[in-house]
Nanobody
Framework: QVQLVESGGGLVQAGGSLRLSCAAS????????MGWFRQAPGKEREFVSA????????VYADSVKGRFTISRDNAKNTVYLQMNSLKPEDTAVYYC?????????????????????WGQGTQVTVSS
């Protein structure tokens, strides 16, 4: 069983930056492909960014491409989401997620159903 704990959310003005962290425990970190999702009030949880199954590439939603960067530190069992040039429409609860590479057939997973473990989320609020 993998536990994921996000941190780093907060209130920031438009144009500002935040770095989210997701610390994993209880499993072999390198066995999981990690991703980030977000959910705004009244909306469904949506894909933000993820690593491919082999860890060799990263994918971003069009809405964040060029502004957000996903990275991971296997030595620290942590995945990050650097968010720059934040916009009010980025306001949401951000969740990190993990999928077991051995049980996943997708090179990149864009839907919540393909992830096995979730964190509790961290609130990001961007003021205009």
């Amino acid at each position: 069983q993998v536990q994921l704990v996000e941190s780093g959310g907060g209130l920031v003005q438009a144009g500002g930056s935040l770095r989210l962290s997701c610390a994993a425990s209880g499993g072999t970190f390198s066995s999981y492909a990690m991703g980030w999702f977000r959910q705004a009030p009244g909306k469904e949880r949506e894909f933000v960014s993820a690593f491919s199954r082999d860890g060799g590439s990263t994918v971003y939603a069009d809405s964040v491409k060029g502004r957000f960067t996903i990275s991971r530190d296997n030595a620290k069992n942590t995945v990050y989401l650097q968010m720059n040039s934040l916009k009010p429409e980025d306001t949401a609860v951000y969740y990190c997620a993990a999928r077991n590479i051995a049980r996943s057939t997708y090179l990149v997973a864009f839907t919540t159903a393909n992830y096995d473990y979730w964190g509790q989320g961290t609130q990001v609020t961007v003021s205009s």
